[in-house]
Structure formats: structure tokens, C-alpha cells
């Protein structure tokens, strides 16, 4: 079954804490994203990443970090340095060349206690 | 900046009538748009997506115009359905390889589509 998993579906974080969101895609594709949908609104890039080791920022990276020591793998840390967490997550990946679309994940909701 | 934004919030039909749904984009420059479905605490599902270099393009029940005089892009639902009833997004890519890919999307249209 391919495709692009996130776990886990709710996550609830207390003050101070770090989170991770897991992203895991079996696709084969070279790309992965993060975005960050508020209600209402549309999809913002947290962070972006072509290729394994190397990552850049996105439009809201503040308070964010990621790592890509796989190709099939992207987690999100949402810092503590992050004062407004709560949102939905999505990720998204792609495959280079030609292939312009991104695909989503199911995403991952955010709670703060 | 770039933007996309769309002109109706809402958009409310009856089964088996033909949907519309419009975005306006402000990129010249850009040569890829997508339309996705998202359905309410689920990811955004891809729809259909068209060139630049084309004006409409045709998938299952679904059609995209694109017009590039006036920066309009629409998503035309043929019968809609019940199952249709989702937010949907369209989304545009910048020109040339320095875009990373980088999408750009709209607000977002609710279409509720009533039995």
C-alpha cells in the first residue's frame, strides 16, 4: 500500500515541550515538505527538502526544525521557541523533473494543554 | 508578493447540478496550477493539475480552464455529488527551477452540495 503516512494523527504538547511529527513515504519521490494550515486558511512551507542531508527553510520556519537522514523519512520538531503551535500539519512529497505535483498526507493535528 | 486568492468563500449547489469553482492568481510568471480537495480533518487530495501552455484540460467529471489573459483558473464539477462536498484549494507553481517546487495556495472554497 503506497503512499505517505503521518503519525501520529493527535498530538498534545505541553508548554515547553518539543514535539516530532513523523512523515514516512514509501514513493520513492526525492521531495518532501512540511506545511502548516490554520482554520480558514490556506497551506504555509514550514520547511523543504530535494534531497537526503539537506533541508532549507520555508516561508515559517520560526520555531521549527527537520532532519532527512533518509530518503523515505522527514520528522517535524515543533520547538518550544514555537508560541503558537496548534494547527494542522501536512506533509507532502514529490518526485523531481517533470512531476510538478505534491502529494499530501493525512496530516497531524496539534494541541496545546 | 505572489498571491492566489479565490473570489467565493462559499459555494452551495444540488446534487447533480454543475459546480464552479474560480481562483484568481497574481504570478505571471507562473507556468503550473493544481486543484486539491480536502475533506474535513484529512489531507488535500490531488485533482487535476494543468500547464501553463494548455487552457483547459480534462479529467473524470472534472475540467480545468485556465485563462491567462485575465490570471483566472476555474474548476468545473460535472453532476456534482454528495461526495463532493469538501474545501478545495488551488495552488500555483512558479517559473523556472529556483522555485523548488514551492507552492503557492488560495484560502480555499467550501462547496456543500445538498441531496
Redesign the interface.
Known amino acids: 500500500d503506497g503512499g505517505?503516512t503521518?503519525s501520529p494523527k493527535y498530538l498534545f504538547r505541553k508548554e515547553g515541550q518539543n514535539v516530532t511529527l513523523s512523515c514516512e513515504q514509501n514513493l520513492n519521490h526525492d521531495?518532501m515538505?512540511w506545511y502548516r494550515q490554520d482554520p480558514?486558511?490556506?497551506?504555509?512551507?514550514i520547511y523543504?527538502s530535494?534531497i537526503v542531508n539537506d533541508f532549507?527553510k520555508?516561508d515559517i520556519a520560526e520555531g521549527y526544525s527537520v532532519s532527512r537522514e533518509k530518503k523515505e523519512s522527514f520528522p517535524l520538531t515543533v520547538t518550544s521557541a514555537q508560541k503558537n503551535p496548534t494547527a494542522f500539519y501536512?506533509c507532502a512529497s514529490?518526485a523531481?523533473g517533470s512531476q510538478?505535483?505534491?502529494?499530501?498526507?493525512?496530516?497531524t493535528?496539534l494541541l496545546v494543554l | 508578493g505572489e498571491s492566489v486568492g479565490l473570489h467565493l468563500p462559499t459555494l452551495s449547489v444540488q446534487e447533480g447540478d454543475n459546480s464552479i469553482i474560480n481562483c484568481a492568481y497574481s504570478n505571471s510568471a507562473s507556468d503550473y496550477f493544481i486543484w486539491y480537495k480536502q475533506e474535513s480533518g484529512k489531507g488535500p487530495q490531488f485533482i487535476i493539475d494543468i500547464r501553463s501552455n494548455m487552457d483547459k484540460r480534462q479529467g473524470q467529471r472534472v475540467t480545468v480552464l485556465l485563462n491567462k489573459t485575465v490570471k483566472h483558473l476555474s474548476l468545473q464539477i460535472a453532476a456534482t455529488q454528495p461526495g463532493d462536498s469538501a474545501v478545495y484549494f488551488c495552488a500555483e507553481k512558479g517559473e523556472g527551477g529556483t522555485s523548488y517546487g514551492k507552492l503557492t495556495f488560495g484560502q480555499g472554497t467550501i462547496l456543500t452540495v445538498h441531496p
Open positions: 505517505i503521518q521531495a515538505y480558514g486558511q490556506g497551506l504555509r512551507l523543504y530535494q532549507q520555508g501536512l514529490r523531481l510538478e505535483t505534491q502529494y499530501f498526507g493525512p496530516g493535528r
